[in-house]
């Protein structure tokens, strides 16, 4: 978001048809924000389920025998042939080859990396459901005020 782009508008002047818009703007955005978070909550779950693998992994011994998935639901039976170093993925199909101390540095970076991006769109969440409670106070105030000046007319 550009801060510097930002005006104030007061919303008592705004007509009701733009006040009905600018709520439909806030929900589409409460919207999206909410489903950036809900991606960024499972992105963060498999980054701490790696690491947990990793810690795992080094406490068990070479030659010890595991399933090794070759599907998410197909794996064939293998053996341990290195403890100490794993190939970690660290996107757009580029592997790297860490020491176990490294790949539980390099979980723990990303995971508070994610955290501090989630608590970023949260922030901006409960900002623009702040904004849409708002809009949607006044554009119900502007309603109420069209109806009674209509029922006044009509008397």
């Known amino acids: 978001m550009a801060a510097e782009n930002v005006q104030a508008v007061d919303l008592a002047q705004l007509p009701v048809p733009q006040l009905n818009q600018l709520r439909a703007q806030f929900e589409e955005e409460e919207q999206m924000l909410t489903q950036s978070l809900a991606q960024l909550k499972g992105v963060q779950s498999r980054f701490i389920e790696s690491q947990e693998s990793v810690l795992k992994l ?8 595991v399933l090794v998935p ?10 341990l042939a290195n403890t100490e170093k794993v190939l ?3 996107g757009t199909g580029y592997h790297v080859k860490m020491t176990i101390d490294e790949a539980k540095g390099y ?5 508070e990396y994610i955290t501090k991006k989630m608590e970023v769109v949260q922030k901006n969440l409960i900002e623009k459901d702040k904004l849409r409670q708002v ?3 006044m554009l119900q105030l502007k309603i109420q ?3 009674q000046q209509t ?5």
């Not at 979980?107 to 995971?111: N, Q, Y």
């Not at 029922?151 to 008397?155: K, L």
């Open 107 to 111: 979980f723990t970076r990303i995971t």
């Open 58 to 65: 080094s406490k068990k011994e070479t030659g010890k025998d």
């Open 70 to 79: 070759l599907t998410s639901s197909m794996y064939v039976p293998g053996q």
């Open 135 to 137: 809009t949607t106070e």
């Open 88 to 90: 970690i993925d660290i």
């Open 145 to 147: 005020a069209q109806q």
């Open 151 to 155: 029922a006044q007319q009509q008397a």
